[in-house]
Nanobody, 121 residues
Framework: QLHLVESGGGSVQSGGSLRLSCAAS????????WGWFRQAPGKEREGVAA???????RYKASVKGRFTISQDNAKNEMYLQMNSLKPEDTAMYYC???????????????WGQGTQVTVSS
């Protein structure tokens, strides 16, 4: 059973940066695809960024150019560099992993518990 743990969340001012990490354990498989999702209070969970095993990425339109997803397959870790943060980026951020690539869709089979990101104006 794959276990995902996010870290790196916190509180920053508008325009600031944060780097989220997602560490996977419980499996020796190293070919996962990854995604970052977020959910703000009162809103549905939405896909933010995803990366396939071949490095292809996909981003939600509102974060393109500000967020960068990357992976280290050897370590089974995945990252989200978030720059130029805005108050509307405030949400609980979740990492997800699976054997198949789902882009920004919610079909990922493995999920972390989330890390809070708060951006103040």
């Amino acid at each position: 059973q794959l276990h995902l743990v996010e870290s790196g969340g916190g509180s920053v001012q508008s325009g600031g940066s944060l780097r989220l990490s997602c560490a996977a354990s419980g499996s020796t498989y190293s070919g996962y695809t990854w995604g970052w999702f977020r959910q703000a209070p009162g809103k549905e969970r939405e896909g933010v960024a995803a990366i396939n095993i071949d490095g292809r990425t996909r981003y939600k339109a509102s974060v393109k150019g500000r967020f960068t997803i990357s992976q280290d397959n050897a370590k089974n870790e995945m990252y989200l560099q978030m720059n130029s943060l805005k108050p509307e980026d405030t949400a609980m951020y979740y990492c997800a992993a699976d054997y198949k690539y789902y882009g920004l869709g919610p079909e990922f089979g493995y999920w972390g518990q989330g890390t809070q990101v708060t951006v103040s104006s």
